[in-house]
């Protein structure tokens, strides 16, 4: 994510630490450099204008120049600073006192509407929500069978009138539809266009006129920069939106959009879609964000995704068998299944502090190697799976053959196996076979 920016923010503050003392004159050159940096990850100049005086004016004062450690005080101002230019705290989705909660989608055609009212549907149904989904794109081919194919994959009805009906009529008989039927929320996916005309937006005035929206949220591409901060003050000040969905940030985006919106607006950004899957949308974090932007990482990110993948009764299973030492190849699987699921291994290795994600962007991250040792373990027979022992060289052919590998790749696997046995052994003794934590409860470092 702004691969870019993060390298220069790095390198331009860490020429502050390599300085015992900071003059005046140490901070104004270090923050040209920062200048160019969000400069050049389009970030608004007006934005960028304000930020470097404000970050200026508190770095050059006595209390930091003064300081026993100056250069850490100045890191420590230029990410509160970016924090509060993002908004400062996380802005919540408002839900409605007296349900169903509607949340109108915006934006222009292509940035995603369709696709993260699904998503953010989604999200709340695993929050306990019962979600509608509401079909009010008449105009674009295949709009309304698209948000029926992503809500039958999550399993969220999808309440449509066919492309013949006005979309505020649709908007309408929605609400009423959800009202009947439980629904405690409505994700109402609207028309977009290729520029922001007057026919698009009376249509959508009309609709939220017609449902009153506790949140009519902007989705916006991310890869698109500066216009992306043109689109959200534009539709702001025609709807007066209440929040943004920035899409593709996973993409090789410059990032000017995420520091920028913001503060042109006066609108919060409210979530990020981090991927194509229908599960990747994240609430956005500013002091997160920030975090990642000076490359210290995201661990309060990676621990909720470790909660949401790590099922807490396997982990009390696997911490019976660590003890006990009966760890078996089923739970090795299963472990590589639950780390799969906290998402793509470069994502992952972003979040970590003090990775420097610029020194492996070569480094390959074969995902494939998971389905390789999923399939050769699945390839065992379960007695073998649970007493690898018994694995002798024509049970390895006949394993490698059924999952289409080479018999080096078994041998490659067991060995691995072998090394995280060892690996939970020492792990054990070191603990006296004794349980982690208090009250008989496995202690994880998430």
Request: hydrophobic fraction near 40%; charged fraction near 30%.
């Amino acid at each position: 994510m702004f691969q870019s920016l993060v390298d220069k923010m790095t390198a331009a503050l860490g020429k502050f630490r390599n300085k015992g003392k900071l003059t005046e004159a140490d901070v104004k050159a270090g923050m040209r450099e920062v200048k160019l940096a969000l400069l050049e990850a389009d970030v608004n100049y007006k934005v960028v204008k304000d930020f470097i005086k404000t970050v200026t004016e508190r770095a050059v004062g006595s209390e930091v120049l003064e300081s026993l450690m100056p250069a850490q005080q100045v890191v420590k101002i230029v990410n509160e600073e970016l924090c509060a230019l993002m908004g400062g705290t996380q802005s919540k989705l408002h839900i409605s006192s007296r349900p169903p909660t509607v949340i109108m989608m915006v934006g222009l055609q292509g940035a995603g509407k369709t696709t993260h009212a699904a998503k953010l549907a989604g999200m709340y149904k695993k929050q306990s929500k019962r979600p509608l989904l509401v079909a009010c794109d008449v105009y674009r081919p295949a709009a309304i069978k698209q948000l029926e194919v992503v809500g039958g994959q999550l399993e969220i009805p999808v309440f449509q009138m066919g492309d013949k009906v006005s979309p505020v009529e649709i908007a309408k008989a929605g609400i009423e539809h959800a009202k009947k039927h439980g629904h405690d929320m409505v994700f109402i996916d609207t028309a977009g266009r290729l520029h922001i005309d007057e026919v698009l937006m009376n249509e959508l005035r009309d609709i939220k006129a017609a449902v009153e929206p506790a949140e009519i949220l902007l989705v916006v591409d991310a890869m698109t920069g500066q216009d992306a901060v043109n689109v959200a003050e534009s539709f702001n000040e025609l709807l007066d939106i209440t929040g943004v969905v920035l899409t593709k940030m996973d993409g090789d985006t410059r990032g000017g959009a995420a520091l920028s919106v913001r503060h042109v607006t006066g609108k919060p950004i409210k979530f990020v879609g981090m991927g194509e899957k229908l599960d990747m949308i994240e609430p956005f974090f500013p002091d997160r964000m920030a975090s990642r932007i000076l490359g210290m990482g995201d661990v309060l990110s990676l621990i909720e995704k470790a909660q949401q993948s790590f099922d807490e009764k396997q982990a009390l299973e696997l911490e019976r068998k660590m003890r006990e030492q009966s760890f078996t190849l089923t739970d090795f699987l299963d472990q590589f299944k639950q780390v799969r699921g906290m998402g793509s291994l470069e994502q992952l290795v972003g979040m970590i502090p003090g990775v420097n994600a610029n020194a492996l962007k070569d480094a390959k991250f074969d995902e494939r190697q998971l389905d390789r040792t999923e399939a050769i373990i699945l390839s065992m027979t379960p007695e073998e799976r649970d007493n690898p022992n018994i694995i002798n060289a024509s049970r390895k052919k006949r394993i490698a053959d059924g999952a289409g590998m080479k018999v080096e790749d078994v041998n490659r696997l067991l060995k691995q196996y072998d090394q995280m046995k060892q690996m939970m052994k020492k792990f054990s003794s070191m603990t006296g076979g004794k349980r982690f934590g208090r009250k008989g409860k496995m202690k994880f470092p998430f």
